[in-house]
């Protein structure tokens, strides 16, 4: 299952630009023209991660940012600052407004491709921990679920546990971003799970990964 992320932009160029990179490297994008309708899409597709521009119309981007944090399920999506604006004070209110990275255009896509990927995997391991901390004890008698995986699936859940991001799997595997994704994505399947927190877990509660694995890593 990708990670939802949401481009907003008033230039068209640049929501397709980013869009298209970022779904090569196995995103799921949507884009809006502007900080209304972005506001709009966040509620109704809860997206891990959202880039914006600052100057559109209806809404600018530090107003986005603003009503996003005023909910308490928004609080940690995420935020990255695409814009022109290169002034000190600029960078200065992006941040005081609940940004978490600003980018100055032009940029580089590779750059903002592994922004995103160190966001994303923080902000999941900020919410696999904090998960736990709300999970109620369970007795030690929980049922154990049977799940058939492959030898590989289990090299990369292995990685997954230890906290390495897909790229870092990719490099330990010898394999491409992309093909991680989509053992991840098959984890995700056989194990009904949402997300990489979610995974996890299940993997360290169930014991989907031995000892034995996980010192190979």
């Not at 032009?106 to 921990?129: C, G, T, Y």
């Not at 399947?189 to 000892?211: F, M, S």
Request: with cysteine; proline share 4%; charged share 25%.
């Amino acid at each position: 299952m990708s990670l939802t992320l949401l481009i907003a932009d008033d230039d068209p160029g640049i929501r397709v630009s980013v869009s298209r990179f970022l779904e090569a490297e196995g995103y799921c994008c949507l884009t809006a023209a502007d900080g209304a309708q972005a506001l709009e899409m966040i509620h109704r597709y809860q997206p891990h991660l959202l880039i914006t521009d600052i100057a559109m119309p209806n809404m600018n981007g530090y107003e986005l940012v603003r009503q996003v944090r005023q909910h308490p399920s928004l609080r940690l999506l995420p935020v990255i600052y695409l814009t022109a604006r290169t002034e000190v004070e600029e960078r200065i209110r992006a941040y005081r407004s609940g940004g978490d990275v600003y980018l100055s255009k032009p940029f580089d896509l590779n750059e903002l491709a592994a922004v995103v990927r160190n966001l994303l995997d923080r902000a999941q391991l900020v919410q696999m921990e904090w998960q736990q901390r709300q999970r109620p004890f369970l007795p030690p008698k929980t049922q154990r679920i049977t799940v058939d995986l492959t030898q590989r699936e289990k090299e990369v859940l292995a990685l997954l546990v230890v906290g390495l991001s897909n790229a870092q799997i990719g490099d330990r595997l010898h394999l491409s971003a992309r093909t991680i994704e989509k053992h991840v994505s098959s984890l995700f399947q056989k194990t009904a799970v949402h997300n990489r927190a979610e995974l996890v877990r299940l993997a360290i509660e169930q014991g989907l990964v031995t000892q034995q694995t996980s010192s190979q890593t």
